[in-house]
């Protein structure tokens, strides 16, 4: 099985690019963050031409997250338990009684008895923004969910994949000193990153020795620059480790007529 995730940047902008880059790449199962549309807006026919389906979570025109696969999704979930939800008003909340406040970010799928997320963390925009908090808290919580599942289910191959908004190493952006009092790479971020390695999951893409950015800015010519950032990661539990053949951070999708700013991150499974 060929997995992979993307923070495509407008699925309905970028359509055309990602379904060409499934059927080349032969991808079994994709992760999409950062949608950016209704289900009613989901540009599904292309996919489904191609062989794929669609499970999506979005609410409007910010966020939202998906998976196009070839296989079918089992066990679907969307968001986890005691997600947070965040209100530009008051900040970080719990959610509303009917999650009115819980933003598209989340979503769970089973594909083969491989259980997979879909995962775009806030951004927290600076340090002192309430949505700073927001991102921590929205952090700590599905690390404890995730080590609930491993406590509960330790024979389950499940991962987190998707764009994690840190850079858990310096050498993860371009010049660290650029990056000064800013969000992504600090102190408590980065704990909150290496909370998952604690309770057991791998990068397992990192541990393949694969270097690279995932992320580069529109602006300033960062890319040809190559000032990026590697954001966007697979985090596996050790069944889902052990199974990991190969991987690839596919940098040439950065390249071309409108790309995302993120590129795919990719693994097979034996």
Known sequence: ???????????????????????????????????????????????????????????????????????????????????????????????????????????????????????YVPNGRELQDPHYIYKLDWLDRLAANAAQWVEYEPDLPFALMGDFNIAPFDQDVWNIDDFAGSTHVSEPERNAFFAFEQIGLHDVVRERGVEGYTYWDYQQLRFPKNEGMRIDFILGSEPFAERVTAAEIDRDERKGEAPSDHVPVIVDLN
């Not at 790449?25 to 989901?42: G, R, T, Y």
């Not at 969307?78 to 819980?102: R, Y």
């Open 1 to 119: 099985m060929r997995i992979a995730t993307h923070n495509v940047n407008s699925i309905r902008t970028r359509v055309d690019r990602v379904v060409d880059w499934l059927v080349r790449k032969d991808v079994d199962v994709l992760a999409m963050q950062e949608i950016k549309c209704k289900p009613e807006q989901f540009p599904y026919a292309k996919f489904e031409d191609a062989g794929y389906k669609i499970t999506m979570h979005g609410l409007n025109q910010w966020n939202g997250v998906a998976f196009a696969s070839r296989i079918d999704a089992e066990d679907v979930e969307i968001g986890f338990s005691e997600m947070p939800g965040f209100d530009k008003a008051v900040g970080p909340t719990d959610g509303g009684a009917n999650g009115e406040q819980l933003e598209a970010r989340a979503i769970a799928a089973t594909f083969d008895g491989v259980r997979l997320w879909s995962l």
